[in-house]
Every structure is written in structure tokens, then in C-alpha cells.
């Protein structure tokens, strides 16, 4: 798409930082001042860097808004700082009886929206729940969608069908994980009463997106992290949640009383709540490899 940018020449200094922050060299600086270098301009990726790099607020782009770019507060923490703060973090499973108020929900999902995507705009939505009664009634219908699942299971034949359907990794993720999770859940809610799905929690967001839009399930993932980290920077917890999605995404008639369309995924869950216990220690853990090609 072709676009336009509006270059303000008593403002702009022609000292070039946009043409070299810009990632598809679609600027260039002519006669002392920046302008847009033709048969280029359709390249643009609408990433927005141009205008935030500029600081005399000389260019704006056409489709984005400068009202979209507020000033930067220089950040005042050490990178130690940071470092604790995710080593404090931890997947958090055990809540206060206390809601989450829409405030910090909207905060959690504004802070979410600063992660990048393969391609701008965001792909991904978040569907919120922060109602007991809508938490309990999705927790219900994944015990007995799960519940389904493993009798399914348990019977040779549609075990050949869901194997057929469904591919041999997700047999694989079943057979070794999923499935003996799902099954002490249930039970431990046919005991306990408790839900082993989504932990009580008094929020849950759903980040979802159009299976056409280009590389929505990662886009959708490092939404849910963003929102993970912002979460816990508001004194929140929370827990990533994968046992969620399947069962919407597959399960006829799940998908229409939650407003999501045909073309919908959902990627990922998030419950989040304001956690019951403090940790006192961090745990350290190793990656599965870390190596550089050459030693
Ligand atoms: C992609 C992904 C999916 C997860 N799915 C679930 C889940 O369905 N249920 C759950 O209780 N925890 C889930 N978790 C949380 C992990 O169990 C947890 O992150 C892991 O045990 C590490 O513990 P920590 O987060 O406390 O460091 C998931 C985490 C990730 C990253």
C-alpha cells in the first residue's frame, strides 16, 4: 500500500535519522531536507520509527496519528532492576477472593499492545472474563469437554479418528501430557471442588486472532508475555495457560458465545488475579541450550 508522508520542511533539519532508522529505506534526504524516494513508499511498513526518532517532529505518516506517540520517559532502572523483577516472577495459581478492577485489566492490555508483531497493526484481540459466573461456566464446560476428550481417548477406534483429525503431535502432546492432566483435574473436582483449569482466578484473558492474519500465534504469544510482565509490575499474578485454547478452538459451539467468529484462534490463556502467597526465593533455571556457532 502506497502511503503518504507529510514532511514539514520548516521543521525538518535534513539530519537524516529517519532515513536511518527507517528498516525499508523508504526515506531519503534531498536538498537538505527528507523526503519520501519514489517507488518505495509502498514498502512502508507503518513501524512508525521515522516519527519517533525525529526530534523536531518534522514527518508524519499517513495512517498513523502523532497523538500515538506520546513523549518517552527515560527508564530510571538499572538493568539489575529488571533482572530481579523477572526473576521474582513466578506462574501464579493461588488468588486472593478479590477481583481484578477494570482499571488494571485495561492497564495490563494498553501495556500488551507495546509488544511487536510480525507486521503492524496488532493481529491479536483479547477477549477478557472478570465475572465469577462466566469463569465458573468456562471452567465447567472445560471439565466436560475434557472429560469428552479422555472417554474419546479411552476407545480405540475414535482414538484412531482424533489421530486421523488431529495430527501425531497433538496424539503425542495427549498421550504425555495433556490428558493425565485433564484427568486428575477432573477428578479433583469431583473431590475437592476445585477447578484445575483456571485456579479460581477472578480474571482470565483470552488473546485470539484471525488464523489468516500473518503470524498471528506468535504476535499473540508475545502479547500474552507483555501482559504477563505488566501484570506483575501492578502487583498482580498470573499464570500462561494453553489448556484453554484447544478445547474453544475445537469444541462445536464453544466459539459463538464468546463473540469469536469462524476464523478466530484463540492462542493463548492468562488468568490473572491479586496472588494469595509472596515468594521468598527466586529459582534459577537453564535453557534447554545456549551456544554461539563459532566458540
Ligand atoms: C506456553 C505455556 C503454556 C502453559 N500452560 C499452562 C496450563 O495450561 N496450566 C498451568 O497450570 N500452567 C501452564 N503454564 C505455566 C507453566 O506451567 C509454568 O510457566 C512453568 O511451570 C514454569 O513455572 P514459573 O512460570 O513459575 O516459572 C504454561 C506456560 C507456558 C509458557
Known amino acids: ?36 524516494v519514489e517507488g518505495r513508499v509502498r514498502h ?8 519517533a526518532v525525529c526530534v523536531h517532529d518534522a514527518i508524519e505518516v499517513e495512517g498513523l496519528s502523532r497523538a500515538d506517540f506520546p513523549p518517552l520517559r527515560r527508564h530510571a532502572f538499572a538493568p539489575e532492576d529488571f533482572e530481579t523483577f523477572l526473576a521474582e516472577r513466578r506462574s501464579v495459581r493461588t488468588f486472593k477472593d478479590q477481583p481484578v478492577s477494570r482499571e488494571l485489566l ?5 501495556a500488551a499492545a507495546f509488544a511487536p508483531m510480525g507486521f503492524p497493526p496488532h493481529s491479536t484481540s483479547i477477549l477478557i472474563f472478570d465475572r465469577r459466573e ?15 476428550l479422555l472417554d474419546m481417548y479411552r476407545n480405540p477406534f475414535l ?16 498421550r504425555t501430557h495433556v490428558l493425565q492432566i485433564v484427568e486428575e483435574d477432573n477428578e479433583r473436582f ?25 503470524a498471528y500465534q506468535e504476535n499473540a504469544m ?15 499474578g498470573s499464570t500462561v495457560l494453553s489448556i484453554v485454547p484447544p478445547l474453544i478452538n475445537n469444541m462445536p459451539g464453544m466459539r459463538e ?5 469462524q476464523d478466530d484462534v484463540v492462542v493463548l490463556g492468562l488468568i490473572v488475579g491479586h496472588p494469595k502467597y509472596k515468594y521468598h526465593r527466586a529459582i534459577e533455571r537453564k535453557l534447554a541450550g545456549v551456544r554461539y556457532l563459532r566458540p
Open 134 to 148: 462466566d469463569l465458573d461456566r468456562l471452567a465447567a464446560e472445560l471439565r466436560r469437554g475434557y472429560g469428552k
Open 106 to 110: 485495561e492497564r495490563i492490555a494498553r
Open 222 to 236: 508475545l502479547v500474552a508475555a507483555y501482559a504477563m510482565l505488566e501484570a506483575q509490575a501492578l502487583g498482580l
Open 44 to 51: 512502508c511498513l507503518l513501524c512508525g520509527q521515522c516519527m
Open 257 to 261: 458465545p464468546y463473540g469469536l467468529g
Open 159 to 174: 482414538r484412531l479418528i482424533i489421530r486421523l483429525k488431529r495430527g501425531a503431535e497433538t496424539m503425542h502432546a495427549m
Open 190 to 214: 469431583r473431590e475437592r471442588g476445585e477447578d484445575g483449569y483456571l485456579y479460581g482466578a477472578p480474571a482470565l484473558l483470552l488473546f485470539h486472532a484471525n488464523r489468516w492474519s500473518v
Open 1 to 36: 500500500m502506497t502511503r503518504a508522508y507529510r514532511i514539514d520542511a520548516k521543521l525538518c533539519r535534513g539530519d537524516g535519522l529517519c532515513v536511518a532508522v527507517c528498516p525499508k529505506r523508504v526515506l531519503e534526504i534531498a536538498e537538505g531536507k527528507a523526503r519520501a
